[in-house]
């Protein structure tokens, strides 16, 4: 909780490492595509991050 990172694990439990990084995540939620979002508390810059199922990353929206 609260060190950045975001942990993938199979469909069965299994741990499979460390998914993604980011800086204050405060929430998590998932589209019908598979796409993960990542908002964060930032104060310099709340943003919310996009990940594909394949872990590339992108910035999805952004406030500050």
């Known amino acids: 909780f609260k060190n950045g990172t975001v942990q993938k694990f199979s469909s069965t ?19 019908k595509d598979g796409n993960l979002f990542v908002s964060n508390d930032v104060a310099t810059g709340y943003t919310i991050q996009k990940f594909t199922p394949s872990g590339s990353g ?4 952004t406030v500050g």
């Open 13 to 31: 439990g299994t741990y499979l490492g460390i998914f993604c990084n980011v800086a204050a995540a405060t929430g998590l939620a998932f589209d």
């Open 58 to 61: 992108s910035t999805f929206a």
